[in-house]
């Protein structure tokens, strides 16, 4: 079985070695918890350090939002995409009805199928292996229908499984029971990651749970997320 080495430092020896290529991973978690940086470090030390392209879909930030929060941990995404090792794909402003000088981005309204097609195209032009969808809530599907948040994540997941590309898929959470948003996202997903942030000590405390990884053995354990000028590390 083939590993995708996720690039995080520390969490490779937690999942056998790596994320099962051409799975659909869903990583959830509050506000803080550092899922968006989680995304781009699996992207970036995947194009740097493993020579894998990938792409990265946002739905909430601008592009040159996301790129500027990269170079705070000296991710440089604009010499990547040069390289045709990363693409972009603008949605938020899509969704927004706002202009864009992104190349990747739905140019007929915003609906799941048009960002199927888009991330199709994407994936196509430069042979990505890696795809992070940052988040699922911007999908603007209502979150009351869950059978609708299902279907929508099947149909993208089902896509990138064909392509055997092995993709993140970010869940903001409102309550800290909970593992995703609807409630059903993580049934679709092959692997589920949530990150958490706790109160401790007068402080707040960062943490990591991989909850299941169908078809590898992995750690059952709470383990300690830490987020420096480097990026993210997991002990």
């Known amino acids: 079985m083939n590993r995708t080495p996720t690039g995080i430092h520390g969490l490779d020896d937690l999942v056998n070695g790596g994320f099962i290529e051409g799975s659909t991973i869903l990583l959830s978690g509050c506000s803080g ?16 350090d493993f020579d894998e392209a990938g792409v990265f879909v946002t739905l909430e930030s601008r592009p040159n939002e996301i790129r500027q929060e990269a170079l705070q941990f000296g991710w440089n995404l604009e010499d990547i995409e040069k390289e045709k090792k990363l693409i972009i794909i603008d949605a938020s402003s899509s969704k927004a009805g706002l202009p864009t000088s992104e190349s990747y981005t739905l140019r007929r309204g915003f609906d799941v ?3 199927a097609e888009e991330i199709y195209r994407a994936i196509h032009d430069i042979g990505a292996k890696r795809l992070v969808i940052d988040s699922l809530s911007g999908i603007g599907i209502r979150f009351d229908q869950p059978v609708e948040v299902r279907n929508a994540v099947f149909t993208i997941s089902a896509l990138l499984r064909e392509l055997n ?21 993580q049934y679709t997903a092959q692997c ?13 405390e ?3 749970t991989i909850w299941k990884m169908r078809g590898s053995a992995h750690s059952l354990k709470r383990h300690k997320l830490t987020i420096d000028d480097k990026g993210i590390k997991v002990s």
Do not use: C, M
């Open 33 to 48: 918890s550092g899922k968006t940086v989680f995304g781009l470090q699996f992207l970036y030390r995947g194009a740097v």
């Open 113 to 115: 199928s048009a960002l």
């Open 165 to 185: 590309v092995t993709s993140l898929f970010v869940s903001e959470i409102l309550h800290k029971e909970s593992l995703s948003l609807a409630g059903v996202e």
């Open 192 to 204: 589920l990651i949530s990150l958490d942030l706790i109160p401790t000590n007068n402080s707040l």
């Open 206 to 208: 960062r943490g990591l």
